[in-house]
């Protein structure tokens, strides 16, 4: 059963949702048990690199992170770098940091501005890093501030802010080269989205689009898709289209099921894969879908193996789709999967040495996924982990099918 904290005293490590308009964002619905930050203790992972010989279809430690951290955002730089930034421990975190592929580690980096969590991060063109939005309850909750990374200095600079502070948005990086957030709240829902133009360094007002933790993904023809998400008290199949061509959002096809905190996933053939997500009292989804924009229409593809929310989703180099850690009905959970688009199925793939979930996924040049940070059911994590594609297990007498995707 989950239960309910104040956003403002502790923060739990259980999945964010509305509870009614009035008291939006003041309330945490928690899995299975109340955990204070202050009082977690904190895992390093392992303190040294070991050199190993990676496995095929396994994960293997890498560094740990410097800090422990959920609820962070995780952007593949262009020199093949990953940058980690923000987040949350026993408070809102300022601090960032560099994870090099070649030596495994991880190195500071220039601090925000401002701490926050529950935040966005979107590479820019230019190879800079644009933050936005998030959370921090020592500054009164949802922020309207913003930053930019720039990796040739390892520093932050404010850039012009929101005009309506947020958490629980989306950031999407337009082909024109600009930024739309959609989505998320404050002490209620907020409407309109927002676009900022890098080259200006300047905010203008798109269509409302009312709905928090959904999904956005920019599709081949520059269009970007919003799936499922949640207002007050109720959980979304409703879908929509923006085009930047006319600054308007569109009704297109809704989802079978509706969901918050899933994932959603741009196939090769341009497709989107929206996998697992919660909604209450239906708890945790297994069941994932197509969106097909030739037609606008979802269709049911093979559940999941696990029931999960709060997971990742990673676009492997060969086209399929590694489905990671998250949370279900029992706890925090280790296993992994990946989605087949040829054959429309789930194989089992091998599980986390740590379960976890609010992690980060990170493809990495190299074609491995690097999962960093995140909490499990007692402890925030500091550790990090990498994936070697290769194997997966074949699902052998399996009940379900696409016509029955249960929950």
């Given amino acids: 059963m989950r239960h309910f904290i104040s956003l403002t005293t502790n923060v739990g490590l259980r999945t964010s949702k509305f509870r009614a308009a009035i008291t939006f964002y003041q309330q945490i619905r928690l899995k299975s048990r109340r955990l204070a930050f202050p009082l977690v203790a904190f895992s390093a992972g392992l303190l040294l690199v070991q050199p190993c010989v990676a496995t095929p279809g396994q994960w293997e430690f890498t560094g740990s992170l410097n800090t422990a951290r959920y609820r962070h955002t995780a952007t ?68 309207a501030s913003a930053e930019i990374y720039d990796p040739t200095t390892g520093t932050w600079t404010a850039t012009a802010g929101l005009t309506n502070a947020r958490f629980g948005h989306t950031a999407t990086l337009l082909t024109t080269g600009k930024v739309i957030l959609a989505g998320g709240g404050a002490s209620r829902l907020v409407g309109p989205a927002e676009v900022y133009d890098p080259a200006t360094g300047t905010w203008s007002f798109a269509d409302q689009l009312h709905r ?20 007050p008290e109720h959980w979304l199949k409703s879908v929509r289209l923006y085009d930047p061509t006319t600054n308007v959002w569109s009704p297109t096809g809704d989802l079978n099921k509706a969901r918050d905190n899933h994932t959603a996933t741009l196939l090769s053939d341009g497709k989107v894969l929206v996998a697992g997500g919660f909604k209450y009292p239906g708890f945790e989804n297994a069941s994932s879908e197509l ?91 500091a550790s990090a982990e990498l994936y070697e594609p290769g194997i997966q297990s074949p699902n052998v007498d399996r009940q379900d099918t696409a016509q029955n995707p249960g929950n």
């Fill in 291 to 381: 969106y097909d924009p030739a037609t606008g229409t979802w269709a049911n593809t093979r559940r999941l193996n696990n029931r999960r929310d709060s997971h990742t989703a990673t676009l492997l180099a060969d086209g399929m789709v590694l489905v990671a850690g998250g949370a279900d009905r029992t706890g925090i959970i280790a296993s992994a999967e990946i989605y087949d688009p040829a054959l429309e199925d789930w194989m089992l793939t091998g599980s986390l040495n740590t379960a976890r979930y609010y992690h980060t996924g990170t493809l990495l040049p190299s074609g491995k996924v690097l999962v960093a940070g995140g909490a499990d059911n007692s402890t925030l994590l």
């Fill in 76 to 143: 593949l730089l262009l020199d093949g770098k990953v940058l980690v930034a923000g987040g949350a421990n026993n408070i809102a975190l300022a601090s960032a940091e560099l994870y090099d592929p070649a030596s495994g580690t991880w190195s500071p980096t220039g601090s925000l501005n401002t701490a926050r969590y529950l935040h966005t991060a979107t590479l820019l063109s230019d190879g800079r890093v644009f933050v936005a939005a998030g959370y921090n309850s020592a500054l009164g909750g949802a922020l």
């Fill in 212 to 231: 928090a933790f959904h999904t956005a993904t920019l599709l081949p023809d520059g269009k970007v898709l919003v799936a499922g998400g949640k207002i």
